[in-house]
């Protein structure tokens, strides 16, 4: 359950709508000279490439050239890797989690127990990492990059048209959400979770 919490927001927004939105608000089309529609384009193509494979990053603006240098696309496998991972991480969570809630279908008091603590313990840890990149985002990002992509091909000058894609602005905006996103499915958890134990007080299950 823990795993699910953490996972299930951060992973969603790995889609077209969200990514596009962020662009448009970090003005992406105006530091690439050219359209939203283009930019929307070589974006939608890359998130295909992220989960899919697809194209191995070679997409140009507007039917030109890889808008991605060598070391730009094989950062971007590194990370089609991580993420095609945490999916994997996140299926095996759920088949668990599944499995023993219908197992422990009889027994809400465990399961109420389950879910409030994996929500107060992802919750608890959420907070914590949301202040420290509130207060400094650069170092956090930066750390992020040297524990998941250690072999150290995450670091591009200012010319970098994958920087222009996806800049600072737009990754600081997504950590927000993400946060976001975990600390209210925390919050749901363990909701639902003291709901079920307190339904249940005395060790009488409802059944």
Request: some cysteine; aromatic content about 10%.
């Amino acid at each position: 359950m823990a795993l699910l919490i953490l996972l299930t927001g951060p992973l969603l927004l790995f889609n077209p709508w969200y990514v596009s939105v962020e662009q448009a608000r970090n003005d992406v089309p105006a530091a690439l000279g050219t359209t939203q529609t283009a930019v929307d384009g070589v974006t939608s193509a890359m998130l295909c490439d992220l989960w899919l494979g697809c194209d191995d990053f070679g997409e140009g603006l507007s039917g030109g050239p890889p808008v991605l240098t060598d070391a730009e696309r094989s950062h971007m496998r590194d990370v089609a890797h991580l993420l095609r991972l945490l999916l994997v991480v996140w299926a095996s969570a759920a088949t668990v989690a599944l499995a023993a809630l219908l197992l422990l279908r009889r027994d809400r008091r465990a399961v109420g127990g389950a879910l409030a603590a994996s929500g107060a313990v992802v919750g608890t840890l959420a907070v914590v990492l949301a202040a420290i990149f509130a207060v400094a985002f650069d170092q956090a990002f930066l750390a992020f990059h040297e524990v998941f992509f250690p072999q150290g091909n995450f670091l591009f000058g200012p010319d970098s048209n994958l920087l222009r894609l996806f800049p600072e602005g737009f990754w600081f905006d997504a950590a927000l959400t993400a946060g976001i996103a975990i600390i209210l499915s925390a919050l749901a958890a363990i909701l639902v979770g003291w709901r079920l134990w307190r339904g249940t007080r005395g060790g009488v299950a409802a059944r």
